[in-house]
């Protein structure tokens, strides 16, 4: 098994995402509870050499409205962890 875990703080909440790469199939989690899961195909791209890209989605309702005057931030990552 793979496990990839990454942890997504705010001031109010850590979310925790994970991400188990097992023969038969990749199961999704989020906060620790299974959110999807596909096939697992040779085929698939996750089975191949990668690199993770970390990204800021900026839409949608979860976080709230964008302030309009909003021009940059920044993510600060203490850790990433990949298990094999």
Do not use: H, P
């Not at 979860?62 to 990949?82: C, K, L, N, P, W």
């Amino acid at each position: 098994m793979n496990t990839v875990l990454a942890i997504y703080e705010d001031e109010d909440q850590n979310i925790w995402l994970g991400l188990d790469n097992e023969i038969s199939e990749i199961i999704f989690l989020l906060d620790n509870e299974v959110n999807g899961s596909v096939s697992n195909m040779a085929s698939l791209s996750c089975n191949k050499d990668f690199s993770l890209i970390m990204n800021i989605a900026m839409e949608g309702s979860y976080g709230g409205a964008i302030d309009r005057a909003f021009t940059q931030s920044s993510m600060e990552v203490d850790y990433i962890r990949v298990y094999q």
